[in-house]
């Protein structure tokens, strides 16, 4: 029809008058869309108020999408931070980490009271309640910069000092601006589940509103204490946000900050080989378990080296040269390939020849190959009577992995890079973006696999972890944090020479240009300038550890 945009949604087509919304459209269709939270437009992901001007090929990101979940996130965290500045104008609020199923918020210089915190959220309802439009504001750099200054937001001008774009985007509610990377709702009403508790020193901002009859049960976990320890280290290095790192890199500082980063991690490396071989009663297995691209082979050759200088002289296997052959590889629901999966490796032969070491006598242990998906006989181990062996691979913690070992003879370890840096104090930097960026590097390196291919995989990557590795974590004995505050800017050009071979017809397309984006806020960092024996170049090569 003449002055109308066509618009293709799922194989049909659609006509709308030009500047109408992804609203609009549902509305004068009656379509069957629950809960959307974005669209994607012509491949461009952005809010679902975003105009559509000319024909359109529409795709919609709903809440029970990861990137949906994100979305929703980010604007419950706009609505927080909007009700927190009104409420507390003489507080600050560092947003941290994810706990549960909500984010950690330190708050400074002094915690919130239960009733400072009742009335916060009551605040955040009433905005809710308002059906309020929250504005997204355009302007040019300088001038944004200038007036993110005069509101004494040194982070944001710290982020955007060596990061001009083209045009500054903010969102504004109650003449109050935000900077933050990800869309988010357009209007408060679509807002309402969300929920606060008083936690430590600050608060947990949760993404749902439960019954005061069915609050979650907060408790300091171990993976807590170790975010909580590697915030105290930012503190101290004065690196807690990406300003800050691109700071240091462009002052000449980094290559001691390298240091420092690398020698805690050696530290901790150090200090979980002295409490293994300081057991009353020293185990004589030890599992490394961690979701995809923790690092979890590079820690296991350094913990190796830590054993040897405590006079310890282990074995390391790898769990990943025990994965079925592609064809006996079990498929999930939607028919692909589940590699996450604990029948996905051959736990038969693994017992066996576990077994066997225990037993002192000689395996040949398989060796992968991940580009033709078939195994070849491996290296030859014999275990003597003073050594242990070190497991490591995203199933270490499963019970059902070493049943047969008695739980005096198992230590375990569970390795995560749990994120230290935010994109400025109110955006934090969630632990997936890190590990889906490690591995797009490594698996273009060694695995043969393009971006596409590996963003490709990565739902059910998570869907992996979701179920087979996180629910586990808590069972470890000790928790390292293999995050380096300095990796992404030493992935950046590897990641996105890969990220930019995605093609428009992609399906991994819009989250290899939110991928780009995000690391546009990074300066670079020679990968050279990470030590040979850093747990970085498991992913980048030039390792002096032999894999």
């Known amino acids: 029809m003449k002055g109308l945009v066509n618009v293709k949604y799922h194989g049909k087509e659609y006509q709308i008058a030009p500047g109408s919304t992804l609203l609009d459209l549902i509305n004068k269709y009656d379509l069957p869309i629950k809960d959307p939270v974005a669209v994607i437009i012509n491949g461009h992901f952005t809010g679902i108020n975003k105009p559509i001007r000319v024909d359109t090929v529409l795709d919609v990101i709903t809440l029970n999408s990861i990137q949906g979940k994100r979305v929703y996130e980010n604007s419950v965290l706009f609505l927080f931070i909007i009700a927190f500045k009104t409420k507390f104008p003489k507080l600050d609020v560092f947003i941290q980490h994810s706990i549960h199923d909500g984010l950690y918020a330190e708050i400074s210089p002094r915690p919130l009271t239960n009733k400072e915190i009742d009335d916060l959220k009551g605040h955040m309802m009433a905005l809710v309640n308002g059906w309020i439009p929250i504005e997204r504001c355009l302007d040019d750099w300088d001038v944004s910069l200038q007036r993110m200054a005069r509101q004494g937001r040194k982070d944001v001008t710290n982020l955007f000092k060596f990061h001009p774009p083209n045009a500054f985007k903010t969102y504004k509610l109650e003449d109050i601006e935000e900077v933050l990377y990800l869309p988010i709702l357009p209007n ?34 171990k993976i807590f204490e170790s975010f909580d320890e590697y915030q105290r280290w930012s503190k101290i290095l004065k690196v807690r946000t990406v300003g ?24 901790k490396v150090a200090e979980i080989a002295d409490r293994i071989t300081k057991q009353e009663h020293m185990p004589r297995v030890v599992l490394i378990a961690g979701p995809s691209s923790s690092g979890k082979t590079t820690f296991s050759k350094r913990l190796e080296v830590q054993l040897r200088v405590n006079g310890i002289k282990p074995i390391t296997i790898s769990l990943d040269h025990y994965f079925k052959s592609r064809e006996e590889t079990p498929k999930d629901e939607h028919g692909n390939y589940d590699f996450e999966a604990l029948e996905a490796l051959d ?27 078939s195994r070849s ?18 199933h270490g913690l499963n019970p059902r992995l070493t049943s047969s ?12 890079p749990l994120t230290q840096l935010n994109l400025h104090d109110h955006d934090r930097i969630p632990a997936t973006d890190t590990r889906v960026l490690r591995r797009i590097v490594r698996d273009s390196f060694f695995r043969g696999y393009s971006a596409g291919e590996t963003l490709g995989r990565w739902h059910s990557v998570r869907a ?33 020479k890969e990220l930019l071979k995605v093609p428009t017809t992609d399906s991994s397309y819009v989250e290899a240009r939110r991928l780009l984006k995000f690391l546009s806020y990074f300066l670079p960092i020679d990968p050279d300038m990470a030590p040979k024996n850093s747990l970085l170049k498991e992913f980048i090569g030039g390792s002096s550890f032999k894999y």
Request: net charge negative; glycine share 6%.
């Open 405 to 416: 070992i008695d739980k005096k003879d198992k230590f375990k370890i569970y390795i995560s």
């Open 188 to 221: 408060t009403r679509f807002i309402d589940k969300f929920d606060l508790q008083k936690f430590a020193d600050g608060l947990v901002i949760l993404m749902d509103s439960p019954e005061s009859t069915q609050k979650v049960q907060l408790k300091k976990t």
């Open 377 to 394: 006989p491996g290296e030859t181990l014999t275990l003597l009577a003073n050594q242990i062996i070190i497991i490591e691979g995203i």
């Open 347 to 373: 736990l038969n032969l693994f017992n066996q020849q576990l077994k066997d070491l225990l037993e002192g006598k000689t395996v040949v242990i398989p060796k992968f190959n991940f580009q033709t998906g």
């Open 244 to 267: 800050d790192l691109n700071g240091h890199i462009m002052s000449g500082g980094i290559n001691d900050l390298i240091k420092i980063a690398e020698a805690l991690h050696e530290k």
């Open 464 to 496: 992996g972890e979701e179920k087979y590795i996180f629910p586990l974590q808590e069972e470890a004995d000790i928790i390292f944090n293999s995050s380096l505050f300095y990796e992404l800017s030493v992935l950046k050009k590897d990641a996105e």
